[in-house]
T-cell receptor, first 117, second 115 residues
Framework: AQKITQTQPGMFVQEKEAVTLDCTYDTSDPSYGLFWYKQPSSGEMIFLIYQGSYDQQNATEGRYSLNFQKARKSANLVISASQLGDSAMYFCAIPSTGGTSYGKLTFGQGTILTVHP | GAGVSQSPSNKVTEKGKDVELRCDPISGHTALYWYRQSLGQGLEFLIYFQGNSAPDKSGLPSDRFSAERTGGSVSTLTIQRTQQEDSAVYLC?????????????FGPGTRLTVT
């Protein structure tokens, strides 16, 4: 079974500063991926970034980057130059890689990020 | 192009009634997933379809829950004899194909309230 842990229920950051949201995972799959999603107050889940376990480099997408430490089983999301619109709930998720549950996402508990002006 | 759409956006129903929730995936996406989000349980997987086939129904909470997908497109999640614990936001997602490397695109969700 796979497990995702997000230990920060809430985080605060000043506008224009960087913030790191923590995610640790547990999986027995030798090859896996990790996703981060953003959920604003409107409720829709927005895909942010993906990291494959065998990717040579940490994933980056604009202001989003992953601090992927495979040995520690952590995939922390770094948001640079925070904006007020970044205020939302953030979820880390790991997909199932086999069996009948192919692709099914297991989510962490989420972290609420609040960006202050 | 159009994203994933879900209807209704909000549904209030009385305990014991049946409800149908609809999901329209992104055109061309062959995989479709249903999840449920509630305060107590977080985000839970319910069921997924590859085409019209549902290989994994393990997440359905009880036999009151069922889902179907027709024409490899629209999916309907049906909850019979609703209970108060069914109150949650039901999220649908689609991806090009089922697999661990393909991002899932989510709809806006249906907020179900059982009174």
């Amino acid at each position: 079974a796979q497990k995702i842990t997000q230990t920060q229920p809430g985080m605060f950051v000043q506008e224009k500063e960087a913030v790191t949201l923590d995610c640790t995972y547990d999986t027995s799959d030798p090859s896996y991926g990790l996703f981060w999603y953003k959920q604003p107050s409107s409720g829709e889940m927005i895909f942010l970034i993906y990291q494959g376990s065998y990717d040579q480099q940490n994933a980056t997408e604009g202001r989003y980057s992953l601090n992927f430490q495979k040995a520690r089983k952590s995939a922390n999301l770094v948001i640079s130059a925070s904006q007020l619109g970044d205020s939302a709930m953030y979820f880390c998720a790991i997909p199932s890689t086999g069996g009948t549950s192919y692709g099914k996402l297991t989510f962490g508990q989420g972290t609420i990020l609040t960006v202050h002006p | 192009g159009a994203g994933v759409s879900q209807s209704p956006s909000n549904k209030v129903t009385e305990k014991g009634k049946d409800v149908e929730l609809r999901c329209d995936p992104i055109s061309g996406h062959t995989a479709l997933y249903w999840y449920r989000q509630s305060l107590g349980q977080g985000l839970e997987f319910l069921i997924y379809f590859q085409g019209n086939s549902a290989p994994d129904k393990s997440g359905l909470p009880s036999d009151r829950f069922s889902a179907e997908r027709t024409g490899g497109s629209v999916s309907t999640l049906t909850i019979q004899r609703t209970q108060q614990e069914d109150s949650a936001v039901y999220l649908c997602a689609s991806s090009w194909i089922a697999g661990p490397n393909y991002e899932q695109y989510f709809g806006p969700g249906t907020r179900l309230t059982v009174t």
